[in-house]
């Protein structure tokens, strides 16, 4: 031991104690030299499982994409409306959610299905298909900002006073296209009572007449098939209303004072509940009231109108397209009325007997059309749950007329809301009820109906064909085999 060193201290230990290897060796391991050139580095992440990246030359190959073209494909088909095609808009309520369900009918497969639906802010009233495109409409331009001229749209009456016009050509549609009215100043949704206190009266004080906008709900609707812009509205505020669809709603674009409705008619004393333009006298319109009177009137000189009391509500009215000045009113008590306009006086409350009187309904009458491809030919729906189609005769003098029932039947549809002539077929019937369902009736399945009607529609130069349907075709439910089934259970 070296005695120059305590004995309490151990000699310090070398650079080699220290560092245990030489340095090359100890780091030799790791390569360091090559690290910036190694292909291979082990795996890490939440990625390590990747092996690395393939590239499909199409969706069919990458087997990661579910949906195919030919899905993609298909869905598209199923979508496509083809020119053969029917198309039927309807409107319902059910569990306090609102839609508009739009609807084809392949006549050739006998076969009805929902297209699509949209859902609406508030109870369904009324209805009105039009094909003018409205200015505020985003599908109303082309993409080098032309004006369309045609289009595909609905025209809906709710609960509310305005008027939504939605397009049929958007499936997944959020908004509509156009709004006619003033929410902003109507505030309909809250009530306005009558009388003060604790024994308020459960009825509510008319709100104060707009001349540019309605302040009650929206009964009917009647767009004009000859000056297309235009669209007749009748409201529970007693008035009736014509709207300018090539005018923004709106004063100035800017929400002022609205520039709203084009004109505005007081000519019933109660709501008013039926609308309807002439077709062939197109500026004159219909209308019907539960003040039991109906009127008509140019809308250039309203106050030159002529009108007849009917003794009851009226329920629906319809122009005679194959008489310019005839027209149909249905009522409350289940009566039909057909009417000459020419020989109405100008005060309503002058007896005006009607040409004839029909007898329709036990019960309201509550849905009416008449056949455009077949003279003398009417259909009625009442809440009896029945869709009846009548004939009616001239005698040689014109002066008598003879009508008689040439089919009935129930629809299962419920209280009948609504009855329609088909565009194309002179004999195929879409009707709906309060059970919300819609159902299309192929009358010419019936043979007495054919021998009936079948030479009338000839001498219109209208083919009658045989269906070999069962007659009533609906939309096939889960529990149902086909169509076909659904129509024999009815």
Known sequence: MDEDVPMDEEPAPSSEAIAGKPDGEDLAKYNLDNYDEEDDMP???PFSNIKGLT???????DPYITLKEDEEDNEREELQILPSDNLLVAAKTEDEISQLEIYVYDESEDNLYVHHDLMLPSFPLCLEWLDFPPISSPTAKTPDGQLRQFGNYIAVGTLEPEIEIWSLDVVEAMYPDMVLGRPDKTAAHVPTPLGTGKKKR???KHREVSDAYHVDAVLSLSWNKTHRNLLASASADRTVKLWDLSRDPTINGEGGEGEGALRSFSVHKDKVQSVQWNDKEPTVLLTGSYDRTVRTFDTRAPEAGVGALVGADVEALRWDP??????YVSLENGIVLNFD???L???AATPSPARFTLSAHDGAVSALDVNPHIPGCIATGGTDKVVKIWNIVEDADFKKRQVSLVTSRDLGVGKVFSVAWS???PLTLAAAGSKAKLQVWEVGANAGARKVLGPKAAAAGRMVKEKQSGGVIGVATDDEDSS???AGHE
């Open 55 to 61: 590239y499909y030359r199409n969706n069919d190959e």
């Open 341 to 343: 306009a020419r020989t």
């Open 484 to 486: 076909g089934d659904e």
């Open 43 to 45: 795996a890490m992440g």
């Open 345 to 347: 006086p100008t005060n």
């Open 202 to 204: 459960k009825k509510t």
């Open 423 to 425: 565009p194309d077929d």
């Open 322 to 327: 194959w008489e310019a000045h005839s027209f």
